[in-house]
Structure formats: C-alpha cells, structure tokens
C-alpha cells in the first residue's frame, strides 16, 4: 500500500517557469488537500478537494490551480513562479469523518530563482 | 476561526529524561485536536488526536496528550526521551469546512531535540 505519492522530491524553476506537482492515493480517500511548510510558519492550506471534480481555495491560493479528475489524484499547478512560492510542498488525503488523521506525501521541495 | 500557538519553537532534553511540548489552542466550540511529527525529510505522521472521548489521550511511541479545557491547552508528553523521537512537532486543530471536509490549523512547530 503506497499511501500517498508525491512527485518529484526536488524541482528548481526560473521566475516565470511553470510546473504541475503530482500527487496521487491509493486509499479511495474523498478529501485531498495541498500543503506549504515555511520556516517557522507551520502548513498553510493551499487548495482543497472534497470529491472527483470539486475544489477550493484555502488560505494561500494565489499563483496555484488545482483539478480533481479522479478520486486518485490531485496536482497542483504553478502557473508562473515566483520565488515567494520556494517551499516545500505537501499533499494530504483523508477519509470523510471529523477525526479522520491525514495521511500525507513525503513532500516536493521546490525552488524559485 | 480556530487557532493553535506552540510555546516553545525548539526543545532539547537528554536521552531518557521527559519530555514536553507545549500548546494552546483557541476555539469557540468543542475542537478536534492532533499532534503530528515530521522526521527529517518526510512527510507528517500522526501522533494522536483528541476525540472528546477521554481527556487523556495516548498515541504512538510512547507520547500522550492532555486535553485541559480550562486552560486552553493540549500539550504532548513522553516520560522518557528517546534519539528517535528528534524530530519537528505539530499541535493542529481541526476546523470543519463545508461538505464536511477538515480545515487543519497547525502551529508554527517545535523542533525536539535529543541530547545523548
């Protein structure tokens, strides 16, 4: 049982680049959801999925899009990078439930030039 | 809006000594409460998670957490400090979104570190 997959570990842009994380389950969970971790500032949401074809914005949704085509997958596309989007990203899924624990990706380290 | 403030950004015992990471959270109805941590670089793993079940709450490796609604407050404990447990600590408090999804509020983190 992989759980969740990210891909890739480690992606360096120049600023304007464009780029789509993947993020993938294999655990049939209903909610996704995208991550950024910076230095002292913990996880901020970024975009959230509660089904195959339903998105929306989190707390930080500027300079990301998002889509849910299949209950597996989920990416996040940047769609002009800028370095303020260097952090390290993190693709979460859950089951539905209010205690439901999130199982999250090993995380892609992204840096912008 | 929920909020949580870990007190401490970084940590350090010696190997075999307690631990404990400290959190307050802010909440105006009964929260769903969680500890994750983050060994270097992975992703997030759960620790535990307070449920309204029990106010003392036992999870993985040893750690437990103490559910205080007097005080605000949900710290993490383990009576004796281990080289793995080096790592970075998440309080989260759980915010409930529309459909029923989970809006997760993380602290800012505390970096436990172990002396041998």
């Known amino acids: 049982n992989a759980g969740v997959t990210q891909t890739p570990k480690f992606q360096v842009l120049k600023t304007g680049q464009s780029m789509t994380l993947q993020c993938a389950q294999d655990m049939n969970h209903e909610y996704m959801s995208w991550y950024r971790q910076d230095p002292g500032m913990g996880l901020r949401l970024i975009h959230y999925s509660v089904g195959a074809g339903i998105t929306d914005q989190g707390e930080v949704p500027n300079g990301y899009n998002v889509s849910r085509s299949t209950t597996e997958d989920f990416p996040l596309r940047l769609l002009s990078a800028a370095p303020s989007q260097t952090s390290v990203y993190f693709c979460?899924?859950?089951?539905?439930?209010?205690?439901?624990?999130?199982?999250f990706g090993n995380g892609t380290r992204l840096t912008v030039t | 809006a929920q909020s949580v403030t870990q007190l401490d950004s970084h940590v350090s015992v010696s190997e075999g000594t307690p631990v404990l990471l400290r959190c307050n959270y802010s909440s105006s109805y009964s929260p769903s409460l969680f500890w994750y941590v983050q060994h270097p670089n992975k992703g997030l793993q759960l620790l535990l998670k307070?449920?309204?079940?029990?106010?003392l709450v036992k999870g993985i490796n040893g750690f437990e957490a103490e559910f205080k609604k007097s005080e605000t407050s949900f710290h993490l404990t383990k009576p004796s400090a281990h080289m793995s447990d080096a790592a970075e600590y998440f309080c989260v408090v759980s915010d409930q979104l529309e459909q029923g999804a989970q809006k997760l509020v993380f602290g800012q983190g505390t970096r436990l570190t172990i002396n041998p």
């Open positions: 979460a899924s859950f089951a539905r439930g209010a205690f439901s624990p999130l199982h």
């Open positions: 307070y449920t309204s079940a029990a106010t």
